[in-house]
């Protein structure tokens, strides 16, 4: 029994409906932790280059990691780890809300599927025990129904993941949701599909087993002690991530008429603080969060109209709001609670939109092909028709269901032009123009163009993280030491992937964010994990994604940035000159890392973390 | 009459066999000029995206210029349009030696060759009268083989050009040789395969009817004037163009090892002061030369006995040799001429070459695909003999006959990431990291990685060209201004291509580059040219050649260049440490071109060159 884990990944066989556990070593778990890294390495172990992702051969893996649950702050998630039907390489994707730390009550640690059911089912969870149900009532419904017919079935107290109509349809940017109505998302990569491909329509889970902790009263005081500091130094509870929309405009991180343009005035009416005196209604906060980025909101009326429910992101308005040039932020909200309904991205989906746009200005997509829509830049009703299209798979949203990246490849020609992606995952809403590492990052992240991943925009910006080495912010146009910089914070980010944490606890924490996570790890599993042990551990879990994506054919030549990027400036506003010379930043991030010139880890990298074959 | 033309082009239809003439109109000609000019203006007219290269459909253009025959300096050359099979875009590809003049003094200011023979034949053309005959007993034969017949069959003082057996198997590097044993070729695109497509074994041609020069007086007195000067200025005479190979390998220009490293010891025994110590038996003069870089060599005695014909130049040891680490110039001279005999550009086959090495060496070819020939770095017999199997598509020659980037992509994965091109056609032997100019002339010439687009590596390194602005040279890593730099060498070398002359005029004229052509061209045809057209012609046909490619999908996202040669540095020698940001050479190259952001010419610059629809 290793502490901080209910030492059991339940597997679910959909095909012959055989459901069995497996038990990791504790030499296993330490060196994978959990989250992004254990679901890493079984994906690894199980699935290759011959694995189809919408074939029963792909596996779908559900990973908490060995602090969900406990009283750490911000520990409240979940990731799921799959091969990606949207990119066809290593894909990922996490969530906050509650289901993480209510599977792991319910007794496991993960659930990873294989197969493929011969007709829609879920699984119930309940205490330990697990079982695939017939879902015919819940197929062909939206993710709120899910909820609630699910919650009236097995009582309020359950938690559930599910897929809408998106998912079933096997559109390649459908998500997985959780939480309901909060509308808290496992978007990327199309994990959505990958489960709608083996009718698995929802997860529903209840569970109140404890959670074995090694030193409870010592994590008690670890976490009295930095609680109060997070919550003091956060910044999101008031206005939430979208806080950052109108100073990301003016510093050129906002994408703008699909990465084209500098400056948007809409931002005016798109962000937190408009939202805060309009639609807003609370906050929402996954559990053991002490921040409340989460929105809740409701447009009361109008053409609209939406439920109280999750609100859109920083990254949601971004791509939805002003990459597509939309400026009426009840539209937004309503394209990401359609979103939310149906289970799409709403970061690749808002992309798609925007891509498609484009592709209609330069009538490369044409009235004939959208049913008659007129695709023009800025229209709110576009945008909300749109999402509909690609969820339900409609006249021009079956192409775009298939992703931004394939559905340019269809089109041909100048349609790859404006696609804005790296190995076909699409940008967020952050500009490699306004902050070079990110475009050292979206080229090298393992599931394509993730912020996540390093996680650096705002390190880049004045956000300090000493214990990296860096007590002051480098310089977001400099690109020397970028290559040490973007790895140094891949490596740490994927720990963070795996315990779990959520991400913004970095802004609250100052000089000892990696030192209190550390206090946090080792007084739950009770093991003397270091400062070193935790960066190669996290250097580690990045290397076996790569190794995985290697499989895959993936080498340097895919680790670039669209075009657009590279040569086209903003023009205006606060990044309107830079370009990011990615072929210098490269070469050192792959001196750092250990990798050949291909971008190959070396066998001497993979001796030294234990990864060699 | 439109004097300095013969004013007709010779139309043969291999098909049906019909041979017809047409005739330009004076706007016509001044608008496009002829070689490369003219063929682009005929084949944009006649060809598309749906041209098989290799099908009946394409167009085979052999063109002269106004200048050629004439008695200006450097102007002996033909150049040869077509659909190229290597790339499958715009190609073309010219040659020096007697051929161009001689066609010319045959009455022809070019050749265009449609549809295709149903048996082997050649066209003799004698003073005037052009005749379609049987190539029976030429078939099969090598380039040196079918001039001896040809000249036995119509005489000494004819010239020929030919393909060698590479053409008649319709490998996509084959060249079209002229000059028998000189093997001068016009090497590049494949444009040897598009004849031997069409069953066109050879040219055979004899003239002397006179070529008309509107100022015979004037013409003499300009010649008597800048020869000397030129004569005086030259360095080429003596050591040939492998003077530079030393000097290219100090500063970094040299390819070593597939252009993977910086420095290569074996330099000192491939170089033109070693060639003129060993294997040089005499100097070879293209008609109207006056420098003679061309080599005549002989190996003596050895398994790399050679004839004595046209030996190895820069280009062909730079890639060759130190790209492939061949330190043998016997080897390189033996390798070069099979190359002349069958038919190969000496660039993209030993570019095939370096790249099998790299594949052998990764493990992606293999001994059993090579007929047991291990593939190593540097071994003499294997360049010998990789160009053999080339010629003849033996075992992995099959492969490596479609030419880099096409058996790139056949072999998959790591394969592309060493397979040094741009739109599938091979660098030549310089490297843009050491000279940031060459980087961006590679990306964005019509043809692929082309040197000769801009011309501008040694613009790059000290020469000026006060002419354009460039009375002190740009430094060679300097981005600033490299778009506007690149932009103008590539509208004069367009018309170069087009009068046509010898690009290494430029190194004898000095501050008079420009002027003394114009006063060469207008003593000819009698026009009036002004500076200011002659620019804005070449503007306009390199223009030209880009709405051909645009019409085949190419945008910006084509104009890049090997993730190599962005992220790899030489990491010795010269240019350790450089490497080129194209995407801001890339943006102020468009501007200034009056491209869109795609690289689309816009309607405006269109009109401005007389070129919108």
């Known amino acids: 029994m290793v502490k901080g884990y209910m030492n059991q990944v339940l597997r679910v066989d959909l095909t012959d409906g055989r459901i069995t556990t497996q038990i990791f070593s504790e030499e296993e778990l330490r060196k994978y932790i959990g989250g992004s890294g254990l679901g890493t390495k079984i994906l690894f172990d199980e699935t290759d280059q011959f694995t189809d992702p919408l074939g029963p051969e792909n596996r779908l893996i559900f990973m908490t990691g060995p602090i969900v649950g406990t009283k750490a702050v911000n520990s409240g998630r979940y990731h799921v780890v799959t091969k990606s039907p949207l990119t066809g390489i290593y894909g990922e994707a996490d969530s906050g809300g509650t289901f993480g730390p209510e599977l792991k009550r319910a007794g496991f640690d993960g659930i990873v599927f294989s197969g493929k059911a011969d007709h829609p089912v879920y699984l119930w969870l309940n205490n330990g025990k697990a079982e695939i149900r017939e879902a015919k009532n819940l197929w062909g419904r939206d993710t709120f129904e899910v909820d609630r017919i699910l919650k009236e079935t097995h009582g309020k107290d359950i938690v559930t993941c599910s897929i809408g109509q998106a998912g079933e349809k096997l559109v390649r940017v459908a998500a997985i949701m959780n939480d309901g109505l909060e509308g808290r998302a496992a978007g990327r990569c199309g994990v959505g599909a990958v489960m709608g491909s083996k009718l698995l329509k929802a997860i529903a889970v209840h569970g109140n087993m404890p959670i074995p902790v090694a030193n409870e009263a010592e994590m008690a005081t670890l976490v009295k002690k930095a609680a109060p500091v997070i919550v003091k130094n956060t910044a999101w509870t008031k206005y939430g991530t979208s806080n950052g929309i109108q100073g990301a405009e003016q510093i050129g991180n906002l994408p703008v008429r699909n990465f084209?343009?500098?400056?948007?005035?809409?931002?005016?009416?798109?962000?937190?603080?408009?939202?805060?005196?309009?639609?807003?209604?609370?906050?929402?906060?996954?559990?053991?969060?002490?921040?409340?980025?989460?929105?809740?909101?409701?447009?009361?009326?109008?053409?609209?109209?939406?439920?109280?429910?999750?609100?859109?992101?920083?990254?949601?308005?971004?791509?939805?709001?002003?990459?597509?040039?939309?400026?009426?932020?009840?539209?937004?909200?309503?394209?990401?609670?359609?979103?939310?309904?149906?289970?799409?991205?709403?970061?690749?989906?808002?992309?798609?939109?925007?891509?498609?746009?484009?592709?209609?200005?330069?009538?490369?997509?044409?009235?004939?092909?959208?049913?008659?829509?007129?695709?023009?830049?800025?229209?709110?009703?576009?945008?909300?028709?749109?999402?509909?299209?690609?969820?339900?798979?409609?006249?021009?949203?079956?192409?775009?269901?298939?992703?931004?990246?394939?559905?340019?490849?269809?089109?041909?020609?100048?349609?790859?032009?404006?696609?804005?992606?790296?190995?076909?995952?699409?940008?967020?809403?952050?500009?490699?123009?306004?902050?070079?590492?990110?475009?050292?990052?979206?080229?090298?992240?393992?599931?394509?163009?993730?912020?996540?991943?390093?996680?650096?925009?705002?390190?880049?910006?004045?956000?300090?993280?000493?214990?990296?080495?860096?007590?002051?912010?480098?310089?977001?146009?400099?690109?020397?030491?970028?290559?040490?910089?973007?790895?140094?914070?891949?490596?740490?980010?994927?720990?963070f992937d795996s315990l779990i944490f959520c991400k913004f606890i970095v802004y609250g924490l100052g000089d000892e964010i990696i030192k209190t996570m550390l206090g946090w790890v080792n007084a739950t599993?009770?093991?003397?994990?270091?400062?070193?042990?935790?960066?190669?551990?996290?250097?580690?879990?990045?290397?076996?994604?790569?190794?995985?994506?290697?499989?895959?054919?993936?080498?340097?030549?895919?680790?670039?940035?669209?075009?657009?990027?590279?040569?086209?400036?903003?023009?205006?506003?606060?990044?309107?000159?830079?370009?990011?010379?990615?072929?210098?930043?490269?070469?050192?991030?792959?001196?750092?890392?250990?990798?050949?010139?291909?971008?190959?880890?070396?066998?001497?990298?993979?001796?030294?973390?234990?990864?060699a074959a």
Chains 1, 2 share one sequence.
Request: with cysteine.
């Open 525 to 611: 599993t009770g093991w003397d994990m270091s400062f070193d042990e935790f960066m190669l551990t996290g250097e580690r879990i990045f290397n076996l994604k790569r190794l995985y994506n290697v499989k895959h054919g993936i080498s340097r030549k895919d680790d670039t940035l669209p075009p657009r990027i590279l040569n086209h400036k903003r023009g205006t506003g606060g990044a309107a000159d830079n370009l990011p010379h990615l072929g210098l930043m490269l070469n050192d991030y792959y001196q750092y890392r250990g990798w050949d010139e291909f971008g190959i880890p070396t066998e001497l990298t993979l001796q030294k973390l234990g990864l």
């Open 260 to 495: 084209s343009r500098g400056n948007f005035a809409g931002v005016a009416t798109i962000n937190g603080y408009y939202m805060a005196d309009t639609i807003l209604t609370k906050r929402f906060y996954c559990e053991k969060c002490v921040m409340g980025c989460g929105r809740t909101v409701e447009v009361k009326e109008g053409k609209y109209k939406t439920v109280e429910s999750g609100g859109p992101e920083y990254e949601t308005i971004g791509i939805m709001g002003s990459s597509c040039l939309v400026e009426d932020l009840c539209a937004i909200a309503k394209a990401n609670e359609l979103c939310n309904r149906y289970g799409l991205d709403t970061i690749s989906t808002g992309s798609a939109i925007a891509f498609a746009m484009e592709a209609y200005e330069n009538g490369i997509i044409t009235k004939k092909m959208t049913g008659g829509l007129e695709l023009n830049w800025g229209d709110p009703d576009v945008l909300v028709s749109l999402v509909e299209k690609i969820a339900f798979r409609k006249d021009i949203g079956d192409l775009l269901a298939e992703g931004t990246a394939n559905a340019a490849k269809t089109l041909g020609g100048l349609a790859t032009e404006f696609a804005i992606h790296v190995k076909g995952l699409d940008f967020p809403a952050h500009d490699p123009r306004n902050a070079v590492g990110t475009g050292l990052q979206f080229a090298t992240s393992a599931r394509g163009a993730c912020h996540l991943s390093s996680f650096t925009h705002d390190f880049e910006i004045g956000v300090t993280f000493p214990e990296l080495g860096y007590s002051k912010s480098p310089d977001r146009w400099e690109l020397k030491g970028k290559g040490e910089f973007i790895a140094k914070f891949q490596n740490v980010m994927g720990m």
